[in-house]
Structures are given as C-alpha cells and as structure tokens.
C-alpha cells in the first residue's frame, strides 16, 4: 500500500503525519518548531517523531524551508497548481542517510507577498472539495492571516493581514493596553470594532484605533472590554480591505481554515459584511502534503483518488 | 507689566515658560512628565521648575490634567473657540496654597477623539497667523499625530493616528524588525513606502505593511533599509487616510507644528501627495498658554496684542 510520512514544521511546533493511501493512519505532535529545537537539531527532531514508523518517503512543508530553517527552498512564483509545485520539490539528504523532500513556499510579484506552508494547506482544501478548487477564496486566519484565490486547482493571487500580530502588539506594549485584567467575552464590544472598521470609508479601519481610547477614557468601553473591540476592529479592517481590493470573490461561500475559536470569530465579524463563510476546517496540511506527493511521484496514487487510472480499467 | 508662568506639562516633560507681556522671558525644561515625577511630586516639580519666579498666574497644558495627572480636567466637547475654552479653565490650589490653573483638554463626538496639550498648541497656532485661524489644516506629528481643522479662531474638528506608536511597536517586536541594524538613512526606502501607502487604494496602506518583510526576503530591500520603508510606509498612510476622510482642508498650505526631523520627513512624504505644506514651527505652545490666559481674564491683555482696544484709543 503507497504510504507517506508527512511532516508540518513551523516556527513554533511540528507535527508528524503517517499516511496510508492518502489517510491519516497516525500522528504525533512535538513543540519542536524551527526555533525551539530539541539537542541534536532537525535530524534529532525528525528520527524521534518519526521513531519505529516504516521508511516511507518524507515531505515536509512550512518554515523548515526558509533561511532559518533546515535547507532553504527557494519561492516558486504564482500561479501555480499541484503538478508545478510537486514538479519543484526540493530533496536533500539528511543525517540519517535517506531523503527529505521540502515544499517550497511561494512568491506573489502582487504586494509582494510571501507564504509557506499555506500553500500546501491550499492543496489539501482544493483536494476535499473540487467546487472549492474551482473557484473560491480561502482565509487561513493567524498571526499572518493569509487570503487566497484558487482557480481551476491553481493557487493564483494571495494577500497577507498581519492582524494577529498586529492585536498581539497593541495588546501587550501600546497605550490601547487599558491595563485592565481580561474580563468576560465581550460580544458587544467585538461587534463595535468590527462596526467602526466596516463604516471606516476611504480612511481605512486602522484610522480609528485611537477610538479604542477614546471611548475608554469617555466610560463608552470598559477597560476589560478593550482587547474585544480592538480585535473586533482589526478582524473587520481585515475584512474590510481584503474585501475592498476585490482581489477575492465574495460571491459564493468564503472557506475558512484554522483554529475553530478563531474561525467563529471571523464568522462573526464576516455577518456584518454580508459575507457568507463555509463551515471551517480546522486542518487539511495532511490532505494537501499526500496531493503534492501523488503529484510528485513520491506515492502511487491509489486507485480511489484516480478516477483517470480507474476509467481505463 | 502683565506676566505669566506657563507650563507645558505631558506624559514625560515639563517645560515651564515665564512670560512678559506674551512674549517668553525665559524657559525651563525638566523630565520631570507625570509618570516620573520627582521626590515629593507634583509640588515639588513646580516649585522646583518656577523657583525664583515672581508670584504670576499659572496656567498649565496637557497630561497634568488627565486621569493619571495632577488633577482630572474633564473634557471640553467641539468646536472650541479660545474664549470658550478660556472660560472652562479648572482651577484648584496647589501644596503651596497659590492656584493653578489647568486647561481641559478637548473631545471629539467624531471618531470620538480625544486631545490633551496639543489644543494649546492650536491656539497658540491661530495667534501666530490669522490666516491660519479663518480656515486650514494644522498637523502635530507625533506618537499620536493629531491632525486638526481651525476655522474662524475655532477648533471644529480632529483625528489621531497611531503613526509614532505603531512604527515604534513593528520596529522593536515584530517580524518585520529584521534585525538589521541601523543603516544609514535610506531615503529611496522611505520614498517607496510612501508609493506603497498611496498607491493602496480602497484596501489601505496598512494591508501592505507585510510587503516590508516580503521584499527583504525577495532581496528587493536591504535589511537595514527596513525602518525607512515601514516609516515612509506608515507616514505615507497617515496622508492618505486623512486625506481620504475628506475632513480636512488640503487646498491651502498645511501648518507642521513638531520635532524639526520628523516635520521634514512629513514634507517629504507629502511632495508625493501633491500636497503643500507651510514651514514648520517647532514650538508654539507657550503662545497658546498666553491665548487662553487672556481669554480667561488671567493677564490683562497688551496693548499691542489687542487690535480693537488700540484701535479705540
């Protein structure tokens, strides 16, 4: 049976997938991201959490392939599909002797912008639903939220929000970081921010962080309430620009990928734009590492997932 | 002669001015701001800052009359003339059993808003040039760069933006510190940050502030030509969002009051925006203080500065 070992290495964490025809078969997680590695480095890393699991091919995608990771890939550009990125995959050896294949990430001249890893998150949701993978705009919410515009099984335009870090920043060092303790969810305050950034006009969302204070300061906004409606503002500025640059479609089902606490609250913020978002999905990197090894040659694609192989029969 | 002991009192300075007749006798400068007071506090700093003085009327500015200063000042909603504002001084008695006087400083239904300090300053502006004062667009750059419209002696609108706060919170914590140390200025790297925010369109200038960490991986810009990207990027979207609110009067020459560094890079930022600013003033606002004394009653008003009393002699 074709198998895969699939490997997920960011910066802050590592996951391991075991694949059997194209299925989860088991997976092991370690905080061992490209930053936080344990004694012996990558090759340490990759022999323990792959430990006593067959010597199948390796594919491993995200940071590990940027300057600061194990071997540095470089972009491939837009457009691209699964057959060109599979075609691209870089292979070294490791220090166990055996092959590694790495994912290279991808450059759009548009911004520019840059990802890695997503990519493969892309494949994986284009591999689930083949309406998706025909048109449609995917939001992997995050630290740097990624929106992306996918088109007859090609990945062809994507933009970067920093809005997680951006919230992560103003909560911990500006003067919007009320001091107060974290209070209850504040619903209200949440649905004022995104409010504030959606009614914005030409001036942009970002224009009104300052209200954040403002209110505050008038008894509007109790301290507790700030971080909400500081995240509701930048989750509908995000909203809000990425809508207006009318790069991505917006007129069938937005599908979403990432945390479900996150995702809900894109969701949330998402009714007061009259978008529509599709049920997210928490995790699809095994689906798109198993796609971009079919389209490699690394696995033989099984019979199931090949209805050309399958019509010759 | 009519005299007055002025004080400019923020968030980390204190600068006392003695004033004769409207004009500056002398100034002093402590870092004494309300959150790193000397021994004793309040009362020691102004006893301290005024020693040897004679016995004139005080009149203080800025966060000395916030929540965390001196004494909380409420604010004062728009539009504000300086006889208005004149009229709202609060007054208490200091340690020293002597009265101060504080002036509140302003909200802004819109937005809503809020300034503490910089509306002596815009006082202090329109005294300076009547031209100014019947209609035009005053701009204060700064941590919290205040952007104000003056109309006929009056205050009739304003708007903040984070820009000093956010350049110094993506320049020290986030990804897009590129550890690059500090180069030599790199005014190409400021000109097309400042290309990137206006050319943004509807999506913003903000939406384009990961383009700073895709270009340095591209090679497309040096690491420690980062800071002036993200400067001009982040002063670049400053102009166009105030400009696009279409709130402020950009048809005549706008007025800079601030830091001589950061006014020139402003003008620079704004030859891309077709926009004419006047000639910066650094410091206007020991003439403000002297504006609402006289509007309070405080000091008797010179002949000189008093065109209608002159004219009925």
Not at 120 to 130: E, Y
Not at 170 to 186: F, T, V
Not at 303 to 309: V, Y
């Amino acid at each position: 049976m074709a198998g895969l070992i699939g490997l997920d290495w960011g910066t802050s964490s590592l996951r391991a997938y075991r694949l059997d025809a194209g299925t989860v078969a088991e997976v092991r997680a370690r905080p061992w991201g490209i930053r936080q590695l344990p004694e012996g480095g990558f090759d340490a890393a990759l022999a323990e959490v792959t430990a006593g699991w067959p010597a199948l091919p390796r594919l491993a995608c995200g940071m590990v392939g940027s300057r600061n990771g194990w071997c540095e890939v470089p972009y491939l550009e837009l457009p691209t599909d699964a057959v060109t990125l599979g075609r691209a995959l870089h292979v070294f050896v490791a220090g166990d002797g055996r092959a590694l294949h790495l994912v290279p990430g991808l450059r759009n001249p548009q911004g520019p912008d840059v990802m890695r890893g997503e990519e493969t998150q892309l494949f994986g949701a284009m591999a689930r639903d083949p309406a998706l993978a025909a048109h449609a705009t995917v939001v992997l919410p995050g630290t740097h939220s990624k929106w992306a515009s996918v088109r007859d099984g090609a990945i062809v335009d994507f933009s970067t929000a920093m809005t997680g870090e951006l919230f992560a920043l103003l909560r911990r060092h500006s003067i919007l970081n009320a001091g107060g303790d974290e209070g209850a969810p504040a619903p209200d305050a949440f649905a004022r921010g995104v409010l504030a950034a959606r009614d914005s006009g030409a001036a942009g969302g970002l224009s009104r962080l300052f209200s954040a204070r403002a209110l505050m300061l008038d008894g509007m906004l109790a301290p507790a309430s700030v971080p909400d409606y500081l995240s509701g503002l930048l989750l509908g500025e995000e909203l809000r620009a990425q809508i207006a640059s009318g790069r991505f479609r917006i007129d069938a089902p937005i599908q979403l990928i990432g945390d479900a606490a996150l995702c809900a609250r894109y969701r949330e913020a998402a009714a007061h734009f009259d978008l529509s978002f599709a049920q997210p999905w928490v995790d699809v990197v095994a689906d798109g590492l198993w796609q971009l090894a079919v389209a490699a040659g690394l696995v033989a694609e099984p019979l199931a997932m090949a209805p050309k192989e399958a019509r010759s029969c």
